[in-house]
């Protein structure tokens, strides 16, 4: 017997729309459902989690997932949620996206599995590139009126909204496609429950439908709430942009940093979502952290948990060292552990200048490297007074007036930290 899924959700506060008779449903069997990733980035982001989350709690509870990646809806654009159009993409780009994707989703999903409920990976283009249009209008569009599909809200908004360009015919079919996808996997799967954000309500129903028209047998459907932040901003954005989760778009330091700098409201909130804590773990810590909210508990967990998910251990204890440098206690050994991209991570918009690698090998008297050769004091008599003030770091570690800069002050073998008071940085970058 499948644990309670709908429970497992509910109290995670993880459901938006549930299609009746769904919880019993499930209970009754290991059945299959499916969760559909838009394939337009090489990479998943943050935005992506709560959909991937939804998949794992249901592989957990002795459930098949199937993901599947959508190479032919990629092309057409799915017009929930958004104003404009999007660009399509072409068929070479598209695979090397889902390659990329699934190796994301395989860090949350077992596809290797020899039980029964081994995740899937599908493409929908697998099913929809023999297709023809005849063959589609002819064999789908005729069991779904215009007026069902332009009662759906995503098409009403796109079509009534202020800021709207309209809707092109290709966006217009989307649900019809997405719907098929629902079909194609009942029949060749046994698939018989969809789930998404509760901006696919729409699209999802229109699936079920299918099912019950074409082939006589019911879909079932759930979607989550769509994740928002407590201050109004959106969730899933930085100063940067989107959070990925793949390291070469967002560095595993500033995707610790993203969950660290998490609001206590939005903590408790995203520690029950974005983590398989139990409710026990979760009350505790909730707990923990409303008698000394200082301590930030939640917020250090959650970031724990999730750097190990999306990254690993290893790259968490890179993070922790990191965050250390620039709030903590750290020495000059915790700095050069770091490697290049967490260090200029970490130093992100820190002034630099540039000194040659043999002015560095013949070394460099610490007056000099603070103003002639990096101008980050303005003259030799402000360098000697920070000095006496015992104010000058290199590499996090105090130096006085008679201390030489040299090969072996170099971090990554080509920085140099250079530090006055506890918050005013400069590196030399060693070219």
């Not at 005729?142 to 809200?153: A, F, G, P």
Request: proline share 3%.
């Amino acid at each position: 017997m499948p644990n309670n899924f709908v429970t497992e959700l509910q109290w995670r506060e993880m459901i938006h729309d549930l299609m009746p008779g769904t919880e019993e449903y499930l209970m009754q069997e290991m059945r299959t459902a499916y969760v559909g990733f838009d394939p337009t980035a090489d990479s998943l982001h943050v935005g992506h989690l709560v959909p991937i989350m939804l998949l794992a709690h249901y592989q957990r509870a002795g459930h098949k997932p199937i993901a599947l990646v959508g190479g032919a809806t990629g092309m057409i654009g799915d017009p929930s949620g958004k104003s404009t159009e999007r660009n399509l993409l072409d068929e070479e780009t598209l695979k090397h996206n889902q390659n990329a994707i699934k190796k994301q989703l395989s860090q949350f999903l077992d596809f290797n599995s020899k039980e029964a409920n081994a995740a899937v990976l599908a493409n929908n283009y697998d099913w929809m590139k023999e297709f023809t249009f005849l063959d589609f209008i002819r064999d789908i569009g005729k069991h779904i009126t215009v007026n069902y599909m332009m009662s759906k809200d995503s098409v009403k908004k796109r079509l009534t909204g202020e800021d709207s360009e309209g809707m092109s015919f290709t966006e217009f079919t989307y649900q019809l496609v997405q719907g098929y996808d629902f079909l194609e996997l009942y029949r060749t799967h046994n698939c018989t429950f969809q789930m998404g954000g509760s901006d696919q309500w729409g699209n999802i129903t229109t699936g079920t439908e299918l099912i019950r028209r074409i082939a006589g047998g019911k879909g079932y459907a759930l979607t989550c709430p769509l994740i928002t932040k407590a201050d109004g901003t959106k969730f899933g954005k930085s100063e940067g942009g989107n959070v990925w989760l793949d390291p070469n778009r967002t560095s595993p330091y500033k995707f610790y940093q993203y969950w660290l700098n998490t609001s206590d409201e939005d903590a408790e909130k995203y520690i029950k979502i974005f983590t398989f804590l139990s409710k026990q773990e979760i009350e505790t810590l909730t707990e923990e952290h409303k008698t000394a909210p200082h301590l930030r508990q939640l917020q250090k967990r959650l970031s724990e948990e999730m750097t190990v998910m999306v990254h690993s251990q290893e790259e968490l204890e890179n993070a922790i060292t990191a965050s250390g440098i620039l709030f903590g206690n750290s020495t000059s050994g915790d700095l050069k552990k770091l490697n290049e991209a967490t260090f200029l991570d970490v130093f992100d918009g820190v002034p630099q200048a540039e000194v040659s690698l043999t002015v560095i090998r013949e070394g460099i008297d610490i007056i000099a490297a603070l103003s002639a050769e990096s101008g980050f004091l303005k003259s030799n008599s402000e360098a000697r007074r920070a000095l006496k003030e015992n104010s000058i770091s290199v590499n996090k570690e105090k130096v006085t007036e008679d201390y030489t800069l040299s090969e072996k002050d170099l971090i990554n073998s080509k920085f140099v930290l250079l530090q006055r008071g506890k918050k005013n940085y400069f590196i030399l970058r060693v070219v």
